[in-house]
């Protein structure tokens, strides 16, 4: 992992160098086309979900915080950690949800984009763009072990048949819970508009925010280059023995971009954009985050000064309805006002 890693630290290095150089629009344009991009991701998983669970109310915002919170994991931790992180926080969410159900919904999620991405590499093998059959011999030490080591990915697989087998004989309901995620796939038109073409939206802000930073960093942009970004982008987290394909990512992309920008630029591009992606990622998750562990604390200061007799009234009686720490129950103390008492509660 050596190679790798020292291909990452020598982007990191030049990107210090010349951050002082970044145009502040394109990198302000690219961050936008990233939060567009992972609000149609999320609009389409929440469509799907929706699908899945036809009298639950899925609301797209939880949708939004489990997927940042997921992809801000992948970028600092190895083996797409993330994933299973969306699912644990969506699962707490999603009233009645199961995990093998959610694992499905990401499945079909993953449909149009093994498509977009798959017909892009084609494209760019063809055109010899991407020298695909120079990749093991390449300075990225994951892919060229793999190539050294295909056993590995056999024995990733059998792993991974033998865990979907097992719980397919040990949980109840298991075959009929994974089939539950793939209900929208039953309904080809509303897959259609409300799935496949959000995410070829998701995909069209993807390739323009890659576009953009191209341009906030000095490398001159084109939609051959936008595109080519996305395939090495791609290649480097198919197998993601980095966190977010760091070191395998800057050096395919000096290789594959040689001839369009000095190597100084690609670097810092290279580096700048994953920067800006991770920093993006936790400051949208991180804000909720943070919003939810004052919550109960307001709420206690609210509930204090909403327990004390109103003059000329009594009390509202939803106030003692609270002492059992129902949640829902303390939402409803913050919205009253002592001011104006609402309405006795009915029954």
Request: proline share 7%; hydrophobic share 55%; net charge positive.
């Amino acid at each position: 992992m050596r190679e790798s890693l020292d291909a990452f630290l020598s982007a990191v290095e030049v990107f210090g160098e010349r951050i002082a150089d970044v145009r502040l629009l394109p990198l302000l344009l690219g961050i936008a086309l990233h939060l567009l991009n992972s609000a149609l991701r999320t609009v389409a998983w929440r469509n799907i979900i929706a699908a899945a669970y036809p009298a639950t109310r899925v609301r797209w915002r939880h949708v939004f915080g489990a997927y940042m919170a997921g992809t801000a994991a992948n970028t600092i931790m190895p083996a797409r950690a993330g994933d299973p992180l969306k699912l644990f926080l969506l699962h707490g969410r999603v009233a009645g949800s199961t995990y093998p159900t959610l694992a499905a919904t990401l499945l079909v999620e993953s449909i149009v984009d093994f498509l977009l991405a798959s017909a892009m590499l084609l494209w760019a093998w063809q055109t010899g763009l991407l020298p695909l059959p120079d990749l093991p011999s390449l300075p990225t030490f994951e892919i060229g072990w793999i190539v050294g080591h295909p056993w590995v990915l056999g024995l990733v697989a059998a792993v991974a048949v033998a865990a979907i087998l097992w719980s397919g004989t040990h949980i109840r309901n298991f075959w009929a819970r994974v089939q539950l995620g793939f209900a929208i796939l039953k309904q080809p038109w509303r897959y259609l508009w409300s799935v496949a073409l959000v995410q070829v939206g998701s995909w069209i802000a993807r390739v323009g925010g890659g576009w953009a930073f191209l341009e906030a960093f000095h490398v001159p942009g084109s939609l051959k280059v936008a595109i080519l970004v996305q395939v090495v982008s791609s290649v480097a987290t198919s197998l993601p023995a980095t966190p977010g394909g760091v070191g395998p990512k800057q050096a395919l992309l000096v290789i594959v971009l040689s001839g369009e920008a000095a190597r100084s630029n690609l670097l810092a591009f290279s580096v700048g954009m994953d920067v800006a992606v991770i920093a993006v990622n936790l400051i949208v998750r991180g804000a909720p985050a943070w919003c939810s562990c004052a919550q109960p604390a307001r709420l206690r200061v609210w509930r204090r000064a909403a327990l004390r007799r109103p003059r000329g009234g009594p009390a509202d009686p939803r106030l003692r309805a609270t002492s059992g720490g129902r949640f829902d129950r303390v939402r409803r103390l913050a919205r009253w006002s002592p001011a104006r008492p609402g309405p006795a509660r009915r029954g």
